[in-house]
């Protein structure tokens, strides 16, 4: 099985027609995703090939789910309206919308999530500023290639991107389940517990794998969340050991204050919760192969 994204996910993108959307949603549709449409209100009615592939272009996401039953949809538009696709999508209760765009306003991020929260949320939000999410050989709503993993027992939530792609690589020989990039910003919808929890309950995830980094304290609640829920044994990677106090490191949530969201406090609570922490993502990886041999 896999969470939150399968082979019966019909995907639709907004911003299909830029130049990133496109061209993630030709490698989307190689990698085996039901792509079904476009967004683009000053396109609407209009048919787009792609690479073979013919996709309609609606003027909204309501539009495009009336049409062709979308229910989930993949965000590709620039930062300053990347809050108004979010609203457009919670209005039209599609149940998955996975948020790439990296850079947009965290005022703009909490008013959507806040919304969302107001409207029952009815869609769960996956980013923003992340790749996405994947169920290798099923389906991938995102930027993560589709090619570097295999399907297999292991579950994977990562605020990093790149992190995500190696620790698929490698952990290709067992292979994954669903990797979801939950993203780097200080508001995101999605949250490590959300795939903890998910994960748990599927039957088919054996083991999980958790990447987090400096800042906030989402990796200590995780932990605590672990201890008095989860019953899959969980490896741990925590980025930015070396990162120096008040300067952020890569992503906008990645800012260290005082002895709050050091590395240092999140491997210990991990391991206090009985999580193996690796120091590199490497040894990370050669943790879960070790816990997996012995599951």
């Not at 149940?95 to 947009?104: F, K, R, S």
């Not at 297999?152 to 792609?165: A, D």
């Not at 980094?213 to 995780?222: F, L, T, V």
């Not at 930015?240 to 709050?260: D, L, N, Q, R, Y």
């Amino acid at each position: 099985m896999a969470i939150f994204l399968d082979e019966n996910s019909r995907i639709i993108v907004q911003g299909m027609t830029g130049s990133e959307g496109m061209k993630h949603t030709r490698r989307m549709l190689k990698g085996g995703s039901n792509i079904v449409g476009g967004v683009n209100p000053r396109k609407a009615g209009e048919t787009v090939d792609v690479d073979g592939t013919s996709l309609p272009v609606f003027g909204t996401v309501a539009e495009a789910i009336a049409a062709t039953g979308a229910n989930v949809s993949v965000i590709f538009v620039p930062p300053a309206f990347a809050k108004a696709a979010l609203i457009e999508a919670i209005d039209a209760e599609i149940p998955l919308a996975v948020a790439i765009t990296e850079g947009i306003p965290v005022h703009d991020s909490a008013a959507a999530w806040a919304y969302n929260l107001e409207k029952g949320q009815k869609t769960r939000i996956i980013g923003p500023n992340c790749p996405g999410i994947i169920s290798p050989g099923k389906s991938n709503a995102g930027i993560t290639p589709w090619d570097i993993s295999g399907f297999g027992p292991i579950g994977l939530v990562s605020k990093s991107g790149t992190l995500t792609y190696q620790m698929m690589f490698e952990l290709r020989e067992i292979g994954i389940s669903t990797a979801i990039g939950i993203g780097g910003d200080p508001i995101i919808g999605t949250t490590h517990i959300d795939a903890l929890a998910a994960f748990e309950a599927d039957p088919e995830t054996k083991a999980i794998v958790l990447i987090g980094e400096i800042g906030g304290d989402s990796e200590e609640k995780a932990a605590d969340y672990i201890k008095a829920n989860v019953t899959k044994p969980v490896v741990a990677y925590v980025a930015g050991f070396t990162a120096p106090e008040g300067k952020t490191m890569g992503h906008a949530g990645a800012i260290v204050s005082g002895s709050a969201g050091t590395a240092q406090a999140k491997k210990e609570a991990f391991e206090a919760a009985g999580v193996k922490v690796g120091k590199t993502p490497s040894e990370t990886a050669a943790l879960m192969r070790e816990v997996y041999a012995n599951l």
